[in-house]
């Protein structure tokens, strides 16, 4: 899949080879954060190039338990750092099912390692389809939060979906969050990367860039929300 470029980066393959890798390309991932500053790098089972639904092919017990070995090592390395590892539950589409597709998986993996370094970035999008509700999910997660994915329920401009962000935003305070929330809207933002001649995501060829062609200002729509 599109989270792997192309290569076997699993974290939760039963396969020592396949799994190895994808622990050392994180480990060198983090190294790369810690060396720019950043506190924070988040880590999921991603499917695979090719989907596995409605359910992995192997026993999820096991993908979990791999998925857990791999967490362990990666904190480790991660600890020494000074970065914290967050866990981001995708969708069922997006990421292995039954491994980290919803909150209180998260929260298991947290109080089954007892590791200081493990923490859950929940994301609207994926809560929206994951989560029988948004706002307990929060609930579910509360201290264990240490940053907020605050897009909107279909990756479109905030106010085109669905999420109560009011409510969100009272639940956050009142389990005390003081962490970032990060914005993005990843339909709208390429719609309006592609509203000129193009190659690839956000990428303009020489002809439109600079030449005013009537692309819309990114800017504008990134501002909105704040």
């Given at each position: 899949g599109y989270y792997h470029a192309g290569e076997e980066r699993l974290l939760a393959s039963p396969v020592p080879e396949k799994r190895g890798y994808a622990v050392q390309y994180a480990k060198d991932t983090v190294d790369l954060a810690a060396e720019i500053g950043a506190s924070f790098f988040e880590v999921c089972p991603a499917q695979p190039a090719v989907p596995q639904l409605p359910?992995?092919?192997e026993d999820i017990s096991t993908l979990r338990s791999h998925f857990k070995q791999s967490l362990r090592e990666i904190c480790e390395h991660a600890a020494n750092c000074g970065v914290t590892i967050l866990l981001e539950p995708l969708n069922c589409y997006e990421g292995l099912p039954g491994v980290l597709t919803t909150?209180?998986?998260?929260?298991?993996?947290?109080?089954?390692l007892e590791l200081d370094n493990l923490s859950i970035q929940p994301d609207n999008f994926h809560m929206n389809m994951s989560e029988a509700s948004i706002t307990q999910a929060i609930r579910t997660a509360g201290k264990h939060i240490k940053h907020y994915h605050f897009n909107e329920t279909n990756h479109m401009t905030h106010g085109t979906g669905h999420a109560d962000f009011r409510e969100i935003v009272r639940l956050l305070k009142g389990i005390g969050y003081e962490g970032f929330m990060a914005f993005y809207m990843p339909q709208t933002s390429q719609q309006i990367f592609q509203s000129t001649p193009g190659i690839g995501y956000g990428k303009l060829d020489d002809a439109a860039v600079g030449s005013g062609s009537g692309k819309k200002s990114l800017h504008e729509y990134l501002s909105q929300p704040l």
């Open positions: 359910f992995p092919d909150v209180i998986e998260a929260v298991n993996y947290i109080e089954e």
